[in-house]
């Protein structure tokens, strides 16, 4: 009897045994058969899970943090710490729990590619298991054949062995990603009750404090006259940047912090510059996606410059961290200070809107998004431009773009300068796979 076993094209790792005659007989992998084409097929075995179970820890150890903020002496900058902290972990969670998804796609995928194979393996042996010794010594070619196929059999089961310990540490690897999922989940559940406490005290402290640093107090009216002329937020900018006002000398060289300021937000990079919303619309700025409630901060020392509501975009904050320079916040829930203020680098300025609603169903929605690539809902929008002077700049140029607020990609090629229209806030999130 002529043994010959076709298991379909091997891939490179895979250990081929062939009959003096120059025939396949048995082919099966020896190690992890690579996706073709598969855009994560290097993420390394476990290597996943073990991000994310890093980022869980990390994200707890910030919630924890929460009781030492109320005992500091400046509970403004202590709470915002703590929850610039959360949201922090909570991205580095989103991102390792979509590397952990995709890496258990992956082991599903080989997991396929290989019982198919071993299969059919098994099937032939198992028949060859039921028939008769006699038939099992005899071969067509001869004494020499006979041989040659016994010694090819006997190399079949510790191949067999090692493809199935193979598989069977893919299912454990599996295992052990759900596992991190669903304590992901009660993690961010419990963050979630915390963080919502932190900022209430955020707000409580920012109401309570007695004494801010102010340069200068804004003339009322001449505000109100500008708010009422406006009919978009590029012609505001302009008139909150020819009012005249004696900010004094500046606290730091902003020119020299351009490529290292930290984003205002944590989030999911939307929109760059020049690029089109879903209305046709293009800006100057970035827009980014948040999570609810998410905190916004000073990224330099600056004064106030405008604080409140315009036009359709929610609340609005600019502040200028050097004359000639103004930073344009849009989109905001609740803002702190007051037209005059002087914020340091890291205070608060606002809190974004919306609610991450009950706990449980966030941290399970919170996963179930990150799995599939996409922001957690209710994702907020936060518009962000920088400005010299008339000019509109690059925020990318100027700010740390880093991974965890979403991947790079090559900037548009048309970078008209927008229209200055009130309808960025209603922009939608793009989502990223």
Do not use: C
């Not at 490179?12 to 005659?21: C, P």
């Not at 010794?133 to 020499?144: C, D, I, R, Y």
């Not at 009216?221 to 900010?247: N, P, V, Y």
């Not at 606290?251 to 690029?275: C, H, I, K, W, Y």
Request: no cysteine; charged share 20%; hydrophobic share 45%.
């Amino acid at each position: 009897m002529l043994l010959v076993l076709s298991l379909g094209p091997a891939p490179a790792s895979a250990q081929t045994l062939v009959t003096e005659n120059g025939r396949k007989a048995v082919t099966t992998a020896a190690g992890a058969d690579a996706a073709a084409g598969d855009e994560d097929a290097q993420i390394p075995a476990n290597a996943a899970a073990a991000d994310a179970a890093a980022a869980a820890a990390s994200l707890r150890q910030a919630i924890g943090q929460l009781d030492q903020a109320l005992t500091a002496d400046d509970q403004v900058m202590a709470l915002g710490e703590v929850i610039r902290a959360y949201e922090r972990g909570q991205a580095a969670l989103r991102g390792s729990l979509r590397r952990a998804a995709l890496r258990e796609a992956q082991v599903r995928a080989e997991f396929e590619q290989r019982r198919d194979r071993l299969a059919r393996v098994i099937g032939v042996m198992a028949s060859m298991g039921q028939s008769p010794e006699t038939l099992m010594l005899l071969h067509p070619a001869g004494p020499t054949a006979t041989a040659q196929s016994g010694m090819v059999l006997s190399a079949v089961a510790p191949a067999l062995r090692a493809e199935a310990d193979t598989l069977r540490t893919g299912l454990d690897e599996i295992a052990t990603v759900r596992r991190i999922e669903q304590s992901a989940a009660d993690t961010l559940a419990q963050g979630v009750q915390r963080v919502q406490e932190a900022r209430r005290l955020l707000v409580s402290a920012v109401t309570d404090r007695s004494t801010t640093p102010t340069r200068f107090a804004a003339d009322p009216a001449e505000l109100t006259a500008l708010l009422r002329s406006a009919d978009t937020l590029d012609g505001f900018a302009d008139g909150i940047g020819q009012m005249e006002q004696d900010i004094g000398a500046p606290t730091a060289d902003f020119e020299a912090a351009q490529g290292s300021l930290a984003l205002p937000a944590v989030g999911e990079l939307m929109l760059r510059p020049g690029e089109a919303d879903a209305r046709g619309v293009k800006r100057p700025g970035i827009m980014l996606a948040t999570g609810p409630g998410a905190l916004v901060t000073a990224p330099w020392p600056a004064t106030i410059r405008y604080r409140g509501p315009l036009l359709d975009y929610g609340n609005v904050m600019i502040v200028e961290p050097e004359r000639g320079y103004l930073l344009v916040l849009a989109g905001l829930g609740q803002v702190f200070g007051a037209t005059g203020d002087v914020v340091a680098a890291g205070e608060p300025l606002a809190i974004m809107g919306g609610d991450e609603g009950a706990a449980a169903e966030f941290g399970a929605a919170f996963v179930e998004a990150a799995a599939g690539g996409r922001p957690a809902p209710p994702a907020q929008q936060l518009y962000i431009e920088l400005r010299r002077g008339k000019e509109t700049l690059d925020p990318t140029e100027w700010f740390v773009m880093n991974p965890v607020i979403g991947p790079e990609t090559d900037p548009p090629a048309d970078t008209d300068k927008a229209d200055g229209s009130a309808t960025a806030q209603k922009q939608q999130v793009r989502t990223t796979e």
